[in-house]
């Protein structure tokens, strides 16, 4: 259903009291999330201003036309890697650019109903790209963290590294110490309380320390100079079609990753509050507050997990409270935020390695490498893809594997065998199907189609060719299990009993379902074997064969 949660809310019925639970929600995840969307912005390759927009637009678009009650949207750390490749190598108007593709695949993808189809990406696979991206994350705030006096960090994850290693000898212990006390600060406060967030506290502390102590760190103001306290207006990108070509891979990476986030975000809020989201609708709002986010210069965006927590953990229950996070924010950034240029650079990189861990879902990683090898090896090709190359490599790659894996696993469930009496399973003794119950003559042969016959099992069929060394009179083929078959699946079908009928043998289907039997019917099967000749049940075959001998 594409309707927005915001519209069901106020249908409902929307109390002055809720109202005050979601203000107060709201206000709490707006500071909650001021830290996280200058790092976000500064980490990703752009300016902290871009970070704070990101969150006022896309976080108050989500909300509004969101499928989720509770979802809270704007930039993630997992879009930190992706972000931070295009801006070096296309610019920010590429960015731009690849923001708004990625933010109409998202809409199209909303509109075609693809919502659930997300959720049947594999999760080795997830775990896989989004454990690169976290050790990514940590490796890009080293220098910040340790204060190192450096040039240009390299993009690459061993020449990064290698770089670090050379300049560690500058390292700068107040920076640090800054960024060592905000780490724990973020990573500890939750256990002491979930109202007051140990990010804000951190940078509180570590930029009144810095100011009157004169500390000798690097702050946003040292590094980017002033942060505008003005909204900016929106623009469009200035790239040309060749650029727009090479965008499309990355922005790809960019709406699958974000559909992901947020579904697996709305999923988790579900959880936590006993509803159900609507995938379609988020997946619209997604959309359109990605196209919305990058008109005004933003980065993309998407639900995110942390916050949308911390807003449920706070007594938010509608999309009120996504809304009143965003205009905090944009109140912050207007009337406040000129004092965000005095934050230590050392602050945010300390917040980043808390984000960094987690995100590293390295429960889920360790648990995974006992599992099934092609889990496993979906998981490691993943992970060093993420870190070694580039995250559009690693989930292209990474889905075509898991694709591949899947069909070689059904290729081997799937089979076609003969069956006789002396081989009829004992477990099927209450099965009024099994071959043991029919007199078979010696003239006949039965086989038996296991799993779906689709193009990669199809092959299974050359092998029995092989196998049929006499010509039986009739040939039954029970197809009782075949769930589905494809077009490469029919065309074998169809050779198989070309191949037979050669022979001079006829041929019966059972036990076809009425979907595989439409199939048949459409590829041109049923009259070539005959209506007759396919028959609903077994025992309706065994009458049938009768009747042809």
Same mark, same amino acid.
């Given at each position: ?24 929600? @709201?206000?709490?995840?707006? $500071? &909650? !999330?001021?830290? *996280?969307?200058? +790092? =976000? #912005? ?8 871009? @970070?704070?927009?990101?969150? $006022? &637009? !896309?976080?108050? *678009?989500?909300? +509004? =036309? #969101? ?13 930190? $890697? ?8 296309? #610019? ?458």
């Amino acid at each position: 259903m594409l309707k927005p949660k915001l519209l069901t809310v106020i249908q409902e019925g929307y109390t002055r009291q809720q109202f005050t639970a979601d203000l107060l929600a @709201g206000v709490i995840v707006g $500071v &909650v !999330a001021l830290p *996280l969307a200058i +790092a =976000f #912005g500064i980490a990703s390759g752009v300016t902290p201003q871009q @970070g704070l927009v990101t969150a $006022v &637009v !896309a976080g108050f *678009l989500i909300s +509004a =036309f #969101g499928g989720s009650r509770v979802q809270i949207g704007g930039p993630t750390g997992a879009f930190i $890697v992706i972000v931070y490749g295009i801006v070096q190598e296309y #610019g920010v108007d590429g960015l731009i650019a690849a923001t708004m593709m990625a933010g109409v695949i998202l809409m199209l993808m909303g509109f075609a109903k693809l919502g659930s189809v997300i959720k049947y990406m594999p999760w080795s696979l997830i775990v896989g790209f989004t454990s690169g991206i976290a050790l990514v994350i940590f490796s890009s705030q080293i220098k910040d963290f340790f204060g190192l006096n450096m040039g240009t960090v390299p993009p690459g994850f061993i020449e990064k590294w290698a770089a670090y290693g050379q300049s560690f000898s500058s390292i700068n212990w107040w920076a640090t110490v800054i960024a060592a006390g905000t780490a724990a600060l973020t990573f500890f406060m939750p256990k002491l309380s979930n109202r007051v967030p140990g990010s804000l506290v951190a940078i509180l502390l570590a930029t009144a320390a810095v100011q009157i102590f004169q500390l000798p760190v690097e702050t946003i103001a040292s590094k980017f100079g002033e942060i505008p306290s003005a909204f900016p207006s929106p623009h469009l990108p200035n790239i040309d079609f060749q650029i727009f070509k090479k965008l499309l891979s990355p922005a790809l990476t960019i709406a699958l990753l974000g559909a992901i986030e947020s579904l697996l975000s709305a999923v988790v809020a579900d959880g936590m509050t006993g509803t159900n989201h609507r995938s379609n609708m988020e997946l619209v709002a997604q959309g359109s507050a990605n196209i919305a986010s990058a008109l005004f210069g933003g980065i993309p965006a998407t639900g995110a997990i942390a916050r949308t927590v911390t807003n449920v953990k706070n007594g938010g229950r509608t999309p009120v409270a996504g809304i009143v996070h965003a205009i905090t924010l944009l109140l912050i950034m207007l009337f406040v935020g000129k004092w965000a240029k005095l934050i230590p650079m050392s602050c945010l990189a300390g917040i980043l390695l808390v984000v960094a861990y987690n995100m590293s879902e390295w429960k889920s990683f360790v648990s995974m490498l006992k599992g099934p090898k092609n889990d496993v090896l979906i998981l490691l090709v993943t992970f060093f893809l993420t870190v070694i190359f580039d995250l559009t490599v690693a989930i292209e790659v990474g889905m075509v594997l898991a694709a591949f894996l899947f069909m070689r696993r059904m290729a081997q469930l799937s089979n076609i065998e003969s069956i006789r009496i002396e081989m009829d399973d004992m477990d099927e003794s209450d099965d009024p199907e099994a071959i043991s119950k029919f007199e078979i003559p010696k003239d006949v042969e039965v086989y038996e189609i296991n799993g779906p016959l689709f193009f990669g099992a199809s092959h299974n069929f050359k092998e029995v060719m092989r196998q049929i060394n006499v010509n039986p009179k009739v040939l039954i083929l029970r197809m009782r299990k075949v769930p589905m078959i494809d077009a490469t699946g029919l065309y074998h079908l169809r050779e198989f009993v070309k191949f037979l009928q050669l022979r001079k043998t006829k041929v019966i289907l059972s036990g076809v379902n009425p979907e595989v039997q439409r199939e048949l019917a459409d590829g041109g099967l049923t009259s070539l074997i005959g209506e007759a000749n396919i028959q609903p049940s077994f025992q309706k075959a065994i009458q049938r064969m009768r009747e042809l001998r």
